[in-house]
């Protein structure tokens, strides 16, 4: 069922792509996308389709939306602490790589989280292990792993885990 | 007015291109080297974006997307190489 | 109107790609120069394309890919490269010291290896016990 529901969103993403690539107006195109993302889709050429871990809900779709916002105003707050940073003469850092644990379960929750970390302020993933993740901090404020986790990763983890926890 | 602003801001990634060529060049490690053309990668699909407008050809959208496909695989493939091929 | 708010949009996202590549010169080490890397020039190429995208809306739908593709794409790679840097370090360290307050991954492996060797040296004992 997981699997299904995985390769039916690749599909719909596959076909996406492909009609804005090409000009979605031609009937031809349409023939054309369906058959190379259907076969691209249903082909083994990927053990397992991620996208099967989204649940599909209204709640779960305000989720994402949700998140997509979060996520947007954490990239901008991390561009305008890299601009502090490095235009800064000091250069005030104070790296270190610290260790969290997450509460997400499911592959494509914890792609996302690993990605999120990157994109948010000052943090980059640096190596994942199971449910520990291993961040490069710019600015070390938390050795703890608890409070690290809650300090980094608390925000974008409930805003994931509505939608593919 | 929007031609002459436009003609600054691809300038101005024009000179970040050449910024992150010069760590590059500086290195000193192949990561960093690595890091330095990542950055290169994404400056130069603005860039092709950019020549696409002045051109007024909407072709060369086609070539940054595959541009930036090859370069992420290319990336990703230099970083394995690193972890197996140094130790 | 819309050429210059789409122009004005690229100014701003060529303003933090130059603040990237400041930042890979200016930084100390491998790590905090992806740190400034990726997340100025996903937000700077993000906005540049956008407005790209703003100036000839035609090509919106093809720029917006382009923009979906920079964002999964640029945390993945830069994610790959310090899983790297990292499992490197020893060789990377004797041309450019990375500064780290604290190194818990370094930690948890170290006390792995450790548990490791332990498991195997009492399992040797007992084999030369039989």
């Known amino acids: 069922m997981k699997d299904l529901k995985g390769r039916a969103a690749r599909f719909v993403l596959l076909l996406g792509a492909w009609l804005v690539l090409t000009d979605a107006r031609k009937p031809d195109e349409w023939i054309a996308g369906i058959v190379v993302a259907l076969l691209a889709a249903v082909l083994p050429l990927f053990p397992r389709p991620v996208l099967g871990d989204l649940k599909l809900s209204p709640k779960a779709l305000f989720g994402m939306i949700a998140y997509a916002a979060v996520f947007m105003k954490a990239l901008v707050m991390s561009n305008l602490d890299v ?41 980059i993933t640096v190596e994942t292990k199971g449910d520990t993740f291993y961040i490069h901090w710019i600015n070390v404020a938390e050795r703890d792993v608890g409070a690290a986790t809650k300090a980094i990763v608390g925000e974008f983890e409930k805003r994931l885990e509505v939608f593919c926890g | ?3 002459t602003v436009f003609l600054v801001a691809s300038g101005i990634a024009l000179l970040a291109l050449v910024l992150a060529g010069l760590r590059m060049a500086l290195g000193p490690t192949a990561v960093d080297r690595t890091v330095a053309l990542d950055g290169m990668t994404i400056i130069a699909l603005s860039l092709i974006a950019a020549w696409a407008w002045f051109s007024g050809r909407g072709i060369y959208l086609d070539v940054a997307l595959v541009y930036g ?12 190489y690193l972890e197996g091929g140094l130790k | 109107m819309n050429g210059t708010i789409g122009a004005f949009l690229a100014l701003g996202g060529s303003v933090f790609l130059l603040l990237a590549s400041i930042g890979l010169i200016r930084m100390p080490d491998y790590y ?24 000839r809306p ?3 739908g093809k720029l917006l890919l382009l923009v979906g593709f920079v964002v999964l794409t640029n945390p993945v790679s830069s994610h790959a490269l310090a899983r790297a840097a990292h499992r ?12 780290l307050a604290v190194d818990a991954l370094a930690d948890d492996e170290a006390a792995e290896t450790a548990a490791d060797r332990s498991d195997t040296d009492a399992g040797n004992g007992e084999a030369k016990h039989a």
């Open chain 2, 1 to 3: 007015m929007a031609e």
């Open chain 1, 83 to 123: 601009a502090f940073r490095v235009l800064h003469p000091k250069l005030p850092i104070n790296p270190g790589i610290v260790a969290i644990r997450t509460r997400l379960v499911t592959p494509l929750g914890r792609l996302l989280l690993a990605n999120s970390i990157t994109l948010t302020p000052g943090t």
């Open chain 2, 69 to 80: 496909l090859a370069s992420f695989a290319g990336v990703v493939a230099i970083a394995r």
């Open chain 3, 58 to 60: 035609e090509w919106l």
């Open chain 3, 32 to 55: 905090n120069r992806m740190q400034t890397g990726t997340k100025a020039t996903t937000l700077g190429s993000i906005l540049f394309l956008l407005g790209v995208g703003v100036m």
């Open chain 3, 88 to 99: 490197i370090r020893d060789r990377l360290g004797k041309l450019e010291k990375a500064v």
